[in-house]
């Protein structure tokens, strides 16, 4: 969340509070409990915000999770398909000493685990 998103959404809670005051004034509240049923909307409001931060935190649905996640995918299908068009223009024999040198190094790999 950017510092504008911050801001925009200060705004809005105090226009809503606001709303809810007159709306609870409109409706026949005195002005003590109007006040302190706007409050308890926007209580109620921020309490379920924090709720669903904490959730989206274990469940693991933060935007810079999502972000990481999308961008990972992204970069290995590049590298996928960057991989693969240098293998199909490998000749035969490169191939194949490619495969010999694979093999080498997961013979190499077993005997040191």
Known sequence: MTKA???QLGLLLFLLGGLAYFTFLFYGFD????GIASESVLVLLL???ILSYF????????TFM???KRYRSQYQQITDRE???RFDSMS??????FFKELEKDNNENKETN
């Open 66 to 68: 999502e972000q990481r």
């Open 5 to 7: 998103n911050v801001l």
């Open 31 to 34: 002005l003590t409990k109007a």
């Open 55 to 62: 959730f989206r935190v274990v469940t693991g649905k933060m």
């Open 92 to 97: 035969n024999e490169d191939k194949i000493r």
């Open 83 to 85: 991989l693969e068009a």
């Open 47 to 49: 309490l379920t915000w």
